[in-house]
């Protein structure tokens, strides 16, 4: 009976749309309960005495929420009632509204999908009363019903949000430009959903949001310059259109019209755009799926996900366009971790693949490629992230062997985009695809770029184009001969001729210019800024970029990452196996082959020192060079892969079990193997040392903190015996890199503290016991130690100096080591006074630096040597030495202060 009254319940829902197998979840139940929780509180009352008996009941925090949540309902069901509600809630809240702001933006953000024709049109109702009421944090609901303002959906429902929200930022203007976040999403947004409005039934639509963007663009634009240059990336698909033209005419060529601090187009593109405006164009119920997707699938079984995937959001012609928003949202914002990247999970590279081969408009197709490797335009390795550009090289370097049509049209895409994007610019260009595919050879992302650039599968035009482009990045050997068979790219491009020929021969109109197709080269164009002449290009150009493909030909290829399930590919494999498993199989000596393939295999410290004890002993005569590179190659690989890329080290300094658990990877075990077998290396693990150096550069500091987890461990085990770090391990590490061991510890401790302070403080006494010789008096380690610390460090640094754990100076060569320091910065002085005093360092040591310091450049060193004079007796050398500074400003009571005592 109660199943029944249930489902009953939910028919008759006035906010939510329900049907008789949905159940409701918790956010469904809140809102129902609350609404009748209310009903019964005021029925059969006046308003007087229903205000009356509210402002009683709302004195309890729990009963003001479910109060106020009725009201909300009644206001998003009873369009009749909603004034006078909204009258009532403005009488009886007790907190600006706070509570109904936040359960509406929750309701927006998770439930908007359910809601009926009647609640969504009452939600803009409510929202226009809560801008025109300047209602505290009512931009947050705003921002959420932004994101239900999907791309790529002409729907009758999603068109009456969108120009519903455009209203109400028109009419409430002023307090639209009081929220600058808000003021970029709204533009963001605007100007990628113009993108589809480009039907002529949507012409009034497009003309209105045209308009106001263009506005809000030229009068806010120093709000709009931190969009960075995703935003470029959304200008370019409305270049066309003539407001916008002659905003890029003043983009490129009148930049100080726009704003006095915006200095052109190369200024937004070398700004990366916030992850929050990628994701505020994805519907949240997009983003969740896709998120899933990329989280919890393993790689083989996503061909359902798919094909439901593409249903659901993909089904109307102007979806193509989606496609670019999903790209750019699983590049920038879904990183996974290390564990996911070694699981089976379907790699980020494999979903981006499926986007862009399924896709069959060659305007999206091209725009879809130009999402997947924007970022490599202007990577810089010091400030983006590798996992931006990880994608890119990835999809192509799998691709390349059974399916090379997608690796050949992404390749000559990157090498026609690399020259044609910003012609004036295309040093600049160029500079940040070679930063971007020198990083990934560097970090091994791929083990080897050969198989990928010199492969027979790509035809000889387009590897002329590599070499063309990427000439430091193949082997001198490379021949260009032709291909003995043809390739699909040839062969696909072919038949693309043939197809555009018959159409001109019967007469059809082909709008070549319009597609950007190229009768040339039958080929979609690049995104050009400008053209050789710099003058504006804008989109499209005639520069060729890719095959276009029959619409027969697209539909296969549309199948090409619907993997089926249990198949033997290569492509339901995780990404770490298939990197190894792509390296060709070498037969290794009787004596490790064993060994390797374990470790290979069960990627643990245990099989790694157990190959190690079997490969130390081993001659270099005992390798073929061949040998000798595979099981390098494949060791600092899983090596690296293993290590883990957040939480690295242990998160209690204490517990033992934490302690363990942050040195267990395989690369510890090199540290565990070096400890009990420290004599002189021989040349096969000299040579695996250089390549896991260069490969891994947190290895000096990954040693250093091994190193002292190691003998703190192990000295609980037996108290009786005091462990002590093995500089000459770290001397193994300094010579593998062929460099000296103080210039190793400066370089390695440096990144240390960029990665963890608190480990590097840690870590501290032990460095300038273990290396006191290179350590003291290192003012190149002092200023790394001086840049981090904060009040509390000093204070520990100081007591550990106190108790003798610790000594950073000595009195040999301080003044030197001091004399560097006055360029410091004042709090970094002031630290370093502190540090010096508390070593006890006798005045005569430093006091031949007196000369030297001027009133105007060093207050900081004056004022302790002030200090220090007061608890000195008077002599004729310091008196001397006072006398002899030459003063270069007036109002220099130094001498004067100091004579006083």
């Known amino acids: 009976m109660e199943q029944q009254q249930q489902k009953s319940s939910a028919h008759v829902s006035k906010l939510f749309v329900c049907t008789a197998v949905d159940i409701k979840d918790d956010i469904e139940e809140k809102f129902e309960r609350s609404f009748l929780n209310l009903q019964m509180q005021i029925v059969g009352l006046s308003d007087k005495e229903m205000h009356d008996i509210l402002s009683q009941i709302v004195c ?223 519907l949240p119920e997009m983003e969740r799926k896709i998120s899933f997707l990329a989280s919890s699938v393993k790689f083989g079984n996503q061909k359902r996900y798919q094909d439901w995937f593409q249903d659901k959001y993909f089904a109307t012609p102007e979806s193509h366009s989606l496609r670019s928003d999903l790209i750019r949202f699983i590049i920038n914002v879904i990183h996974p971790t290390n564990d996911m990247l070694c699981s089976d999970i379907i790699p980020r590279w494999a979903i981006i693949g499926w986007l ?23 990577f810089d390795p010091a400030k983006d992230n590798i996992m931006n550009i990880e994608p890119g090289i990835l999809v192509m370097y799998h691709s390349i062997r059974n399916h090379p049509f997608v690796s050949s049209t992404l390749l000559d895409f990157l090498c026609r985009i690399t020259k044609n994007f910003y012609v004036k610019h295309e040093d600049k260009i160029r500079m940040g695809v070679y930063n971007s595919l020198k990083l990934i050879l560097e970090k091994q992302v791929i083990p080897n770029i050969q198989p990928l650039f010199e492969s027979s599968k790509l035809d000889r035009e387009l590897r002329n184009l590599i070499r063309e482009n990427f000439r430091e990045f193949l082997s001198p050997a490379t021949t260009l001969s032709q291909p003995l068979y043809p390739s699909v790219h040839s062969i696909l491009a072919h038949n693309v001729k043939k197809e555009i020929d018959q159409r001109i021969l019967h007469g059809e109109n082909v709008d070549l210019h319009g597609t950007g197709i190229s009768t040339s080269h039958n080929s979609v164009t690049v995104f050009s800024l400008v053209d050789e002449d710099n003058k504006l290009a804008l989109i499209p150009t005639d520069k060729e970029i890719e095959s276009v493909f029959s619409d027969e030909a697209a539909e296969n290829l549309g199948k090409l990452y619907k993997i089926e399930e249990n198949t033997d590919d290569d492509d339901d494999l995780p990404l770490s196996k298939v990197r190894l498993k792509e390296k060709p199989k070498v037969e290794l000596a009787e004596a490790i082959a064993e060994s390797f393939d374990s470790f290979v295999t069960k990627r643990n410290s245990y099989t790694w020192e157990a190959f190690l004890n079997d490969f130390r002993p081993l001659p270099a005569s005992a390798f073929e060079e061949f040998q000798l590179n595979y099981v390098i190659s494949n060791t600092v690989l899983i090596l690296r892969e293993t290590l883990p890329q957040q939480n690295m080290f242990s998160e209690s300094k204490t517990e033992e079990k934490y302690l363990a658990k942050s040195i267990s990877y395989p690369l510890y075990g090199l540290f565990r193997f070096l400890y009990e077998n420290d004599e002189k290396s021989k040349k096969p693990f000299q040579t695996l040392l250089s390549e896991l150096c260069e490969s891994i550069p947190e290895i000096g500091y990954l040693l250093l903190y091994f190193m002292k987890v190691y003998c703190k461990l192990q000295t609980r085990k037996n108290s009786q015996q005091s462990y002590q770090f093995k500089t000459t391990i770290y001397r193994q590490i300094c010579d593998a890199v062929d460099d000296k061991v103080g210039n190793c510890l400066v370089r390695d401790l440096d990144l240390l503290e960029k990665e963890s302070t608190t480990i590097y403080l840690w870590l501290l006494p032990d460095i300038y016991r273990e290396f006191k ?119 220099d009571p130094f001498v004067t202060s100091a004579l006083r005592f």
């Open 60 to 282: 309890k925090d729990k009963q003001h929420e479910e109060i106020s949540i009725g009201f909300l309902y009644i206001m998003l069901t009873d369009p009749a009632m909603a004034p006078k509600t909204y009258r009532d809630v403005t009488l009886v809240s007790r907190d600006g509204m706070n509570v109904i702001v936040a359960n509406l933006t929750l309701l927006v953000a998770e439930k908007y999908t359910k809601l009926t024709e009647i609640a969504r049109r009452q939600l803009i109702w409510v929202l226009r009363e809560f801008v025109k009421h300047q209602v505290l944090s009512v931009e947050n609901v705003i921002w959420n019903c932004l994101r239900q303002a999907g791309g790529g959906d002409a729907s009758h429902r999603n068109l009456f949000l969108i120009e519903s929200l455009l209203d109400i930022f028109i009419e409430f203007r002023t307090w639209l430009e009081s929220n600058p976040f808000l003021v970029q999403s709204t533009v963001y947004s605007y100007v990628r959903l113009i993108e589809d409005h480009a039907n002529p039934a949507l012409m009034p639509l497009r003309q209105k949001e045209v308009k106001f963007t263009i506005s809000l663009i030229r009068e806010r634009f120093h709000d709009i310059i931190p969009l960075g240059r995703d935003f470029v990336r959304l200008l370019q698909n409305v270049a066309r259109i003539p407001e916008f033209e002659q905003l890029w005419r003043d983009i490129l060529y009148n930049p100080k019209s726009l704003h006095p601090t915006f200095n052109g187009i190369w200024h937004l593109l070398q700004i990366r755009t916030s992850r929050r405006f990628l994701q505020c164009r994805l």
């Open 356 to 378: 862009i081969s399924s896709c069959t408009n060659p305007i999206a197709s091209a725009n879809a490629k130009l999402s997947l490797f924007y970022d490599w335009l202007f």
């Open 773 to 891: 010789s290179i350590a003291i008096n290192n003012i190149d380690l002092l200023r790394i130690t001086l840049r981090c610390i904060d009040a509390k460090n000093v204070r520990d640094i100081i007591y550990s100096v106190a108790q003798g754990k610790l000594t950073i100076f000595k009195q040999d060569g301080l003044i030197d080591c001091i004399r560097e320091s006055l360029e410091f910065e004042t709090y970094e002085q002031f630290c370093l006074w502190q540090i010096v005093q508390a070593h006890d360092v006798p005045l005569k040591s430093i006091q031949d630096l007196l000369p030297e310091l001027e009133a105007g450049n060093h207050p900081e060193a004056l004022s302790h040597f002030l200090l220090l004079f007061k608890n000195e007796e008077p002599t004729n050398e310091i008196i001397r030495l006072m006398l002899s500074r030459e003063i270069k400003s007036r109002g």
